[in-house]
């Protein structure tokens, strides 16, 4: 009768638990979801020029990301191996009173190539180029993503082709595997395929973790020409790839700002692209978008927009924008950074970061200063307001 009775209650209870069970996964899914208003501008953090950190020059931060258990952020150097080893760093950054009160960089790890060594020095090897971008975490893998523009050069006597990339590394920053490129994304001795130094500058995963989406910094040459001023027609991807499988399932057209300035002068460098991208959810992205014109005080133009790809077209199948026109992401302005009235620079990561003491959650920039004495490494922390 008592082992009935236990049988009884069990069966009473197993539904009961994959019920609660299934609750607390669709509101942690519900929970992982941000649903932006706006965002407040809080502070701002410079870090000095060409600091020194375990023998290496912490400079050309490109990409950073927050680990939530750990209370720790993850923040990759654009180097190439010129002035240090390529590397990322990990750092705290200390808030107190709604304000960046200081940043500690706590250990430098080398970025590693297949064979377990590091990148030689810059300009020894031309087969081999790191040019990171962007890094993101995975907490359920323990492992890292990041992302390399590659080169892509022609000069007379000086031919260099180096294919972008995306890795996956484990905490020590050795090499586990890569995501094979699409075909279109290669760097080509033709003006066909991606453009020099406008490739994978945005990373993002999504879905908790089995979806990454990936953004092309400037347009391929078969979908556009570049964004120029008094041009609205440029037209860059954002792509879609299923983590387990490395496949990349979706492509979305994304069309980009005219530049907001003429330039003073004429050059390769006047641009206007994606220079990163955030997960707001399984669907919504924000986009970052950077423009430089030539003469204008080093002044960036950066704007954020809000994107939501599930009420878009899959272009995957469209090989060339300008022979077959498609149906463009809808964006939505989140923020002006002209708004805030102040030196804007060569912004080029975003993280969310901890909660605020208001339970907010908090947004974290972080801008590259290309190693430069004209330019400023710093840090931005907005509020997010939720609607």
Not at 66 to 73: G, I, L, M, P, T
Not at 173 to 202: C, M, W, Y
Not at 326 to 352: A, M, Q
Request: with cysteine; charged share 25%.
């Amino acid at each position: 009768m008592k082992k009935n009775t236990v049988s009884l209650l069990f069966l009473l209870l197993f539904p009961l638990f994959f019920l609660s069970c299934s609750v607390r996964k669709f509101a942690q899914s519900k929970a992982d979801e941000t649903n932006i208003a706006s965002i407040k501008f809080l502070s701002e953090y410079v870090i000095p020029h060409n600091v020194d950190y375990d023998q290496t020059i912490i400079g050309g931060l490109s990409g950073i990301d927050y680990d939530k258990k750990k209370d720790q952020y993850y923040v990759i150097s654009d180097d190439p191996s010129a002035r240090s080893p390529a590397r990322f760093y990990t750092a705290r950054i200390f808030i107190s009173n709604y304000k960046i009160d200081s940043i500690g960089f706590t250990k430098v790890t080398d970025l590693l190539q297949p064979n377990g060594k590091p990148y030689p020095k810059y300009g020894t090897d031309r087969s081999v180029k790191p040019d990171a971008e962007s890094i993101r975490y995975n907490p359920i893998e323990h492992n890292f993503l990041w992302s390399s523009e590659g080169e892509r050069r022609f000069k007379v006597g000086d031919t260099t082709i180096v294919q972008p990339t995306l890795t996956f590394m484990n905490a020590q920053g050795q090499f586990l595997d890569t995501i094979p490129l699409p075909s279109g994304f290669h760097f080509s001795k033709r003006d066909k395929g991606l453009r020099k130094n406008a490739v994978f500058e945005g990373l993002s995963y999504a879905n908790n973790y089995k979806t990454l989406f990936v953004s092309l910094e400037e347009p391929r040459y078969e979908d556009s020409e570049k964004a120029s001023f008094g041009f609205s027609g440029a037209l860059t991807r954002i792509l879609k790839f299923d983590v387990k499988s490395k496949k990349n399932v979706a492509q979305y057209a994304y069309n980009l700002d005219p530049l907001p300035v003429k330039p003073a002068i004429d050059m390769d460098w006047n641009v206007n692209g994606i220079s990163e991208i955030l997960a707001l959810g399984d669907d919504k992205l924000l986009v970052m978008e950077r423009a430089w014109a030539k003469g204008n005080d080093d002044h960036s133009f950066i704007k954020v927009y809000i994107v939501d790809t599930k009420v878009a077209e899959n272009e995957i199948d469209n090989p060339s924008f300008k022979a077959n026109p498609p149906k463009v992401l809808k964006k939505k302005l989140l923020f002006d950074f002209d708004s805030l009235n102040r030196h804007i620079d060569n912004f080029e990561g975003i993280t969310f970061g901890p909660v605020l003491p208001n339970g907010h959650k908090s947004l974290i920039f972080c801008v590259d200063d290309n190693f430069s004495e004209m330019q400023v490494q710093q840090f931005f922390l907005f509020e997010v307001v939720e609607k």
